[in-house]
């Protein structure tokens, strides 16, 4: 056996590892969503469910409130990240043309942005003094440009899509708009995918601006919605119960937990394999680019 063999089963080995490191927390969860607490706080619950049963499942699907947020947060995420691409890309492009007047300016007070902010207090009365407070757009509009995402942007274009392209395109005639909708955008679909994924995991994470700003129960996130539950679980134990059905409202909330994290994640995983090809592809582009 040569070392090059060798070293194939060293990497492969280590590649094994880490991927079971990453699979096997979400595996857990899965099944002990399926499994009866009893056996979880034994430990018993390791590769297979066991005692199983959906009564976590059926509780919490069963609670119209998670419907609702499901239904936002699914509204939030797509028409957010619609406007975010909207108005990100564009942006980007302009700041990555050297012809741009002002370009460095623009850049710095973009860049200004993600290490100086007014803070909490600041930004709940620009939110208010515009009336978007407990409304839909203020989970949609404030965040309309993620700096960090605006930068990946414009370094893609700038090492991308050549001043040359453009020239090119002009004496064709073919206008600014015309070049950036037809010929820049379909070369940037691995960026695009990238950009894609990271604004819709923001959105359908989206906890503390949903909580801050969002009032109204029916325009709640799920993430919002779920932290309500798992509270009320909370606040229904006492210290007056006795210990058995303390123990039992316990354990409810236990597996309750394994079953919000299942139900939550769905829509994610569901989305990563349609974009998968691009986001690789996008991944890849930066590491040799930069």
């Known amino acids: 056996m040569n070392s090059d063999t060798i070293t194939d089963i060293v990497i492969c080995l280590i590649l094994f590892c880490m991927m079971v490191i990453a699979i096997y927390p979400i595996w857990f969860v899965l099944i002990a969503s399926f499994s009866k607490p009893a056996y979880i706080a034994q430990g018993r619950v390791t590769i297979f469910p066991m005692g199983f049963t959906l009564s976590a499942y059926e509780k919490l699907l ?13 509204f939030y995420t797509f028409f957010g990240t619609l406007i975010n691409m909207v108005v990100t890309l564009p942006c980007a492009y302009a700041l990555s043309r050297p012809r741009l007047p002002g370009r460095k300016l623009f850049s710095f007070i973009f860049i200004f942005t993600m290490y100086f902010s007014g803070g909490l207090i600041p930004s709940y ?11 839909i757009w203020v989970l949609l509009l404030p965040g309309a440009v993620g700096v960090f995402n605006l930068i990946i942007a414009r370094s893609f274009f ?18 600014y708009t015309r070049f950036f909708l037809t010929i820049a955008l379909p070369l940037s679909k691995a960026m695009i995918a990238v950009l894609v994924l990271f604004y819709a995991l923001g959105h359908w994470n989206s906890y503390f601006s949903a909580m801050i700003y969002i009032q109204n129960p029916k325009l709640q996130t799920l993430q919002v919605v779920i932290k309500g539950i798992t509270a009320s679980l909370d606040a229904s134990v006492t210290e007056t119960m006795d210990s ?47």
């Not at 990563?272 to 690789?280: G, V």
Request: net charge positive; glycine share 6%.
């Open 62 to 74: 069963g609670n119209k409130s998670i419907w609702i947020g499901y239904r936002n947060s699914l």
């Open 158 to 175: 700038e090492s991308s899509i050549p001043e040359a392209l453009l020239e090119a395109a002009r004496i064709d005639g073919a206008s």
């Open 244 to 290: 058995k059905e303390m123990e039992r409202i316990i354990e409810q909330k236990q597996l309750l937990k394994y079953s919000i994290v299942v139900v939550s994640i769905v829509p994610m995983m569901c989305l990563y394999p349609f974009i998968q090809r691009y986001f690789i592809s996008g991944i890849m582009i930066g590491a040799i680019k930069g």
């Open 125 to 135: 009365m620009l939110i208010t003094s515009l009336h978007l407070n407990n409304t």
